[in-house]
């Protein structure tokens, strides 16, 4: 039973839309290009470990907080014997592991996954004691894709390399589907737990006027659109998006990136560009969103 969905994460939509928006520094962009590597790898996990959901308590991307500190769990799978911790890693190239310290081939040093991992579990472990439920914990540190090697590791560290993936879920496939109403109770209440904003987030700073307006191909995030009818439809790619579902998003998008800011039929018309008349545009707010006050006045609420 999947008790929580992955989704983007705030961090990684911010520097998404900014991305796509605005220049970000080379450091701003790699660290994106980090985020959403990170987040393909997740859901490639979630493909292969679908079937888990007949057999486990799962819960993805869950931010807690404990005694003032916050930890994140990628993937948390919950049993009637044991709670386990799921480290998921996308790396790609050569590693190796020396002293207890991760390296790139290159020798350039990176933070050892594993000691975010035993932070984890050492807070998660303190947590469920302060809410009186005593579950064993295991971890596993899973990397996900096939162009990663590790050299120097020693057997018994608790990682599942790529080619041992379809082995460890068929494993955990096996695991029989037992739960009393306390363990359901426990997962529902970590759920609830969860920390939506972390205070660790890297949040690159932006304003208004300096973010390029109009909206974007949903497919290859081109501004080259061009409105036919009730459609708008990408030059670059050819895709095609009815005006609706565009002005959902686009509005959407806007509301993410500025949510002091009200919803009005010269805001948007500002924002979409594309759409320039201003009779569409009240139509379609008026038609998707709730609207309140009357005049100049007037603006959209979900």
């Known amino acids: 039973m999947i008790l929580r969905t992955r989704k983007e994460s705030v961090e990684l939509l911010l520097h998404r839309y900014l991305n796509i ?51 994140q769990i990628d993937t948390l799978l919950a049993s009637a014997e044991k709670i386990l911790i799921l480290e998921i890693k996308n790396f790609e190239g050569d590693f190796f592991i020396k002293n207890d310290k991760w390296y790139t081939l290159s020798k350039t040093e990176i933070t050892n996954p594993l000691d975010q991992l035993k932070r984890s579990e050492s807070l998660l472990r303190r947590l469920l004691l302060n809410l009186n439920f005593n579950i064993p914990i295991e971890t596993c540190l899973i990397f996900v894709n096939p162009e990663f090697y590790l050299y120097q590791a020693q057997i018994d560290l608790p990682i599942i390399y790529p080619t041992q993936l379809n082995r460890f879920i068929k494993q955990l496939s096996k695991n029989p589907a037992r739960f009393k109403d306390n363990h359901l109770k426990l997962a529902k209440q970590l759920v609830s737990m969860h920390v939506e904003k972390s205070p660790y987030f890297r949040l690159p700073e932006y304003s208004y006027g300096e973010l390029e307006k109009g909206i974007t191909c949903v497919c290859c995030h081109s501004f080259n659109l061009e409105h036919k009818g009730n459609a708008l439809v990408c030059k670059k790619c050819g895709h095609t998006e009815k005006v609706p579902s565009t002005l959902l998003r686009g509005v959407e998008e806007f509301s993410f990136l500025f949510p002091d800011r009200r919803i009005t039929t010269n805001g948007m018309l500002e924002w979409f560009k594309i759409i320039e008349s201003k009779v569409t545009m009240r139509r379609l707010l008026s038609q998707n969103f709730n609207q309140m006050g009357h005049g100049k006045y007037t603006y959209y609420v979900k």
Do not use: C, T
């Open 21 to 71: 928006r605005s220049s970000l520094s080379e450091k701003e962009q790699n660290y994106y290009l980090g985020l959403e590597k990170g987040y393909q790898g997740e859901l490639m996990f979630d493909a292969l470990s679908a079937p888990l959901s007949a057999n486990w308590l799962i819960i993805n991307d869950l931010m807690l907080e404990y005694n003032h500190s916050v930890f």
